[in-house]
């Protein structure tokens, strides 16, 4: 997907971007290669593929949800997808990324201070840890291509706020629907929505799914990570 392409692909999903992000973004490109060079932040580095499968994939959020003044919280967020990207478009974003990473969190900052991004932060932690001191505390919280949907939802739903969304981006799900019915109940969730779609270009399937928060969550969960990996809620 090329720049022109990205530009008309993103108007249909009901985004104006200005000339200002899209040199925003493409400085972010070039920093991801440049650093991609010294150490390992994403396999995908071809041009037209990062403004697919990471830029586009990343803005595809707003099938769900219209984005303004929130607070966002991206778990997991490596390299700073989708959260950096989302900043970069939704200026007036509050946005929090979170990564366990510690060279991934120094690339982070590097792009925020050289795009001079306001209003967002980086977090170098376990999301496990961040997630028990820092609860109903974002309007949203994503998340992409990081755990099994199981665990994402008891690592990330303390962190929401009473009413309102966490939104993870996901590819092929298969069977991890089927299994959450238990996380749903204990952590007072509703599930929304499951929006599914193909990537244009490639076709690859996606699904964006959306849980609501009911309650305040149950101080037990988030668990210990060991676990959290052991034993279902």
Do not use: W
């Amino acid at each position: 997907m090329n720049r022109t392409k990205f530009i008309e692909e993103i108007k249909k999903l009901g985004i104006e971007i200005t000339d200002e992000q899209l040199n925003q973004l493409d400085s972010y490109f070039h920093l991801l290669v440049e650093t991609n060079k010294k150490f390992n932040l994403t396999a995908i580095t071809e041009e037209q593929d990062v403004y697919l499968k990471h830029f586009y994939d990343s803005l595809t959020i707003v099938k769900a949800i219209k984005l303004d003044n929130q607070s966002l919280c991206d778990v997991g967020t490596g390299a700073g997808f989708p959260g950096l990207v989302l900043k970069i478009v939704f200026p007036n974003l509050n946005v929090t990324l979170i990564d366990s990473t510690n060279k991934k969190c120094l690339f982070l900052q590097e792009v925020i201070t050289q795009l001079n991004l306001k209003n967002i932060q980086v977090i170098n932690a376990r999301i496990e840890e961040y997630s028990k001191v820092n609860r109903e505390k974002f309007d949203i919280v994503t998340c992409r291509a990081v755990a099994p949907l199981k665990h994402l939802l008891e690592y990330s739903i303390p962190l929401v706020k009473v009413n309102g969304l966490f939104i993870p981006l996901k590819g092929n799900i298969n069977n991890e629907l089927e299994n959450i019915d238990n996380y749903i109940k204990k952590l007072d969730i509703t599930k929304e929505q499951d929006i599914v779609f193909n990537l244009p270009v490639e076709n690859s399937h996606r699904h964006i799914l959306v849980f609501h928060k009911n309650n305040i969550t149950n101080s037990l969960y988030p668990r210990r990570y060991s676990d959290i990996k052991k034993k279902e809620i």
